[in-house]
């Protein structure tokens, strides 16, 4: 069975910095895109960035938002992802899904994790 | 960036009903689109994929069509488990985008 476990995340001020994890079973991370993808409370949802996968050398791409203070990186001897997030800001308040892509004749995100929360504030 | 524009932001309907839902893109994205459920605290839940495709055990009473600018999520007939908010995300153009929402919720 497809899991995906998010941790670590928490409070933090602004500023600060917060490395969040996910842990995959019942797949290989490595041989799939995956993303993170944020909620702030009551809004909609927000891409946040993505590690490709080994075929495409583990390359990054990220949003606007969060370019140059978010960073995505795997460990693929836990087969886990990381999101380090540095200079946090009250905006980056959300709950953070990590999230696997798939792709038949088109490209999806077809498991989520439960979602982890981070609140950013003094 | 590719916005995508869903409508109506805000729906309600009576169990039984067809509802359709639409997203609009501010550029072609061909048939790269991808809608979601939902529900209050929990993760979102992939329904079709490249615009059309069903994604395996979602009921057949959800369907998606279109391609280029115009999408649709049509609920053929509408299930108390169906309240929730639909989201449409594309995956032609990075930065990937998703549409504002549509909460449904029973009249």
């Known amino acids: 069975e497809v899991q995906l476990e998010e941790s670590r995340g928490g409070l933090v001020q602004p500023g600060g910095s917060l490395r969040l994890n996910c842990v995959a079973s019942?797949?290989?991370?490595?041989?799939?895109?995956m993303d993170w993808v944020r909620q702030a409370p009551g809004k909609g949802l927000e891409w946040v960035g993505r590690?490709?996968?080994?075929?495409?050398?583990?390359?990054?791409q990220y949003a606007a938002s969060v370019k140059g203070r978010f960073t995505i990186s795997r460990d693929d001897s836990k087969n886990s992802l990381s999101l380090q997030m540095n200079s946090l800001k009250i905006e980056d308040t959300a709950v953070y899904y990590c999230?696997?892509?798939?792709?038949?004749?088109?490209?999806?995100?077809?498991?989520w994790g439960q979602g982890i929360q981070v609140t950013v504030s003094s | 960036d590719i916005q995508l524009t869903q409508s109506p932001s805000f729906l309600s309907a009576s169990v039984g009903d067809r509802v359709t839902i639409t997203c609009r893109a501010s550029?072609?994205?061909?048939?790269?689109l991808a809608w979601y459920q939902q529900k209050p605290g929990k993760a979102p839940k992939l329904l079709i994929y490249?615009?059309?495709t069903l994604q395996s055990g979602v009921p057949s009473r959800f369907s998606g069509s279109g391609s280029g600018t115009e999408f649709t999520l049509t609920i053929s007939s509408l299930q108390p488990e169906d309240f929730a908010t639909y989201y449409c995300?594309?995956?032609?153009?990075?930065?990937?985008?998703f549409g504002g929402g549509t909460k449904v919720e029973i009249k």
């Open positions: 550029e072609g994205i061909s048939s790269y």
């Open positions: 019942g797949f290989t991370s490595s041989d799939h895109h």
């Open positions: 999230v696997r892509v798939s792709y038949i004749s088109g490209w999806f995100s077809d498991y």
């Open positions: 995300q594309q995956f032609n153009n990075y930065p990937l985008t």
């Open positions: 490249a615009a059309s």
């Open positions: 590690i490709r996968n080994k075929a495409h050398s583990d390359t990054t």
